[in-house]
């Protein structure tokens, strides 16, 4: 990110892949503490689209809306790609990546970049219906993505290409299903979990991740779970971890993110407006947008990213 982006924002207002009510209102609330301002105010053109409307009827339920939400979102990031935007999707419960990711996948494919997966959460998203104790739809995406049985019918093409699960970087872990735990080791994802971050700190982790991008010129798509923060700093989550990134260790990574250069598309997803407290927990992650984005305080120059991979601790 060199110079000022030309951003296009997409409300995603969906909870159908959770049991908690209250995601739903996610977009309208970070539009409401001044998300779109602030990005302009940044010296960025920004475009609000607007909201999101899903494919099929507007009763769908279960894994008939979520491949509703999948459906469209995926046309709509993959559109704004090709129109060369950057879009910064705004959840909306996890499911919704299903989308996002499918459309960047797309976009990848067309231009022959391969696509790389930056997921900060406090959970891995890599259950199947066969691991999951919930059976809730938000925490299964990326082992949707990566191809994994039984979760196929929630794409327009039930034979479209996998995501590498090589590619994908788990960062800030600290819940995992036993099941899920196994897939993840199996499939030889990255993962960067919170005792490796209170051991070494966030920098070297996420280095080695953008060296590894940044080698391959990459797509990196962020997907930036609010479970990721600690919920002392942001308790506007339905699945609640103590022992979270704190608000330095947030505003350093999306700083970080920012010097790369190779974010090439945003999504935030899990507010729920009705568990937060006076809207504390959207004006966060309007303040961590508004660093990834290059908010800073003071000027200093960019560190290069290497151009050689670095080897990293896969678990």
Do not use: K, Q
Not at 54 to 64: K, Q
């Amino acid at each position: 990110m060199d110079g000022p982006e030309r951003i296009a924002i997409l409300g995603v207002p969906t909870e159908v892949g959770t049991s908690e009510p209250g995601s739903v209102m996610g977009p309208a609330a970070l539009r409401t503490a001044g998300l779109v301002r602030t990005l302009r105010d940044l010296g960025h053109a920004v475009a609000d689209h607007g909201d999101v409307v899903p494919d099929g009827p507007a009763d769908a339920v279960g894994r008939p809306a979520v491949a509703a939400w999948t459906r469209a979102l995926a046309r709509r990031v993959e559109a704004a790609l090709y129109a060369g935007d950057l879009p910064v999707v705004l959840g909306g419960d996890h499911s919704l990546s299903l989308g996002t990711v499918e459309g960047a996948m797309r976009h990848c494919a067309r231009t022959g970049r391969p696509l790389f997966v930056l997921w900060l959460d406090a959970h891995a998203d890599f259950n199947t219906p066969e691991t999951s104790p919930s059976g809730n739809l938000h925490g299964m995406p990326l082992a949707a993505l990566c191809g994994e049985p039984g979760l196929s019918d929630l794409f327009a093409d039930p034979g479209r290409p996998a995501l590498d699960p090589t590619r994908v970087h788990l960062f800030g872990l600290r819940s995992i299903d036993a099941g899920e735990r196994a897939l993840v080791a199996a499939r030889n994802v990255e993962v960067t979990d919170m005792r490796h971050i209170d051991e070494f700190g966030v920098v070297a982790p996420l280095r080695r991740s953008l060296e590894r991008v940044a080698a391959a010129s990459g797509h990196l798509h962020v997907s930036f779970d609010i479970d990721f923060l600690d919920p002392g700093l942001a308790p506007a989550v339905g699945t609640t971890v103590p022992g979270g990134a704190t608000f330095r260790e947030a505003h350093l990574i999306m700083e970080m993110l920012h010097d790369s250069g190779l974010v090439g598309s945003l999504d935030v997803v899990e507010l729920n407006p009705f568990l937060d407290e006076r809207g504390r927990s959207a004006r966060v992650l309007v303040e961590l947008v508004a660093s990834l984005f290059g908010r800073r305080i003071l000027d200093r120059p960019t560190p290069p990213i290497a151009a050689v991979p670095a080897p990293a601790t896969r678990g």
